[in-house]
């Protein structure tokens, strides 16, 4: 649920900033300001909505270290057993 809210709420502002551009205030200090502060919102959503799905293990394919380890054969120590004439 949590997801779904962060990734609404960091679409909202990406909204108002396409408004701000249709508008025609972007050109105006006010207009450069209000985008900064939107965008900075949309990041903040938009970074714990990737924490979010990256604690979910839906990522899992970005981390290349752990899918390479993983696919790599392990080696196993062979153990020598010892003979019969020997203990």
Do not use: H, Y
Not at 4 to 27: D, H, K, Q
Not at 29 to 34: A, E, I, K, P, T
């Amino acid at each position: 649920m949590m997801l779904v809210i962060s990734v609404v709420l960091g679409i909202v502002p990406l909204l108002g900033i396409a408004w701000t551009i249709v508008t025609g205030t972007v050109t105006t200090v006010d207009g450069l300001f209000m985008s900064l502060i939107l965008l900075t919102l949309s990041a903040v959503f938009f970074l714990n909505a990737f924490w979010e799905l990256r604690d979910r293990g839906a990522l899992a394919f970005l981390d290349k270290k752990k899918v390479a380890a993983a696919a790599a054969p392990k080696a196993t120590a062979k153990v020598a057993e010892p003979k019969e004439g020997e203990s």
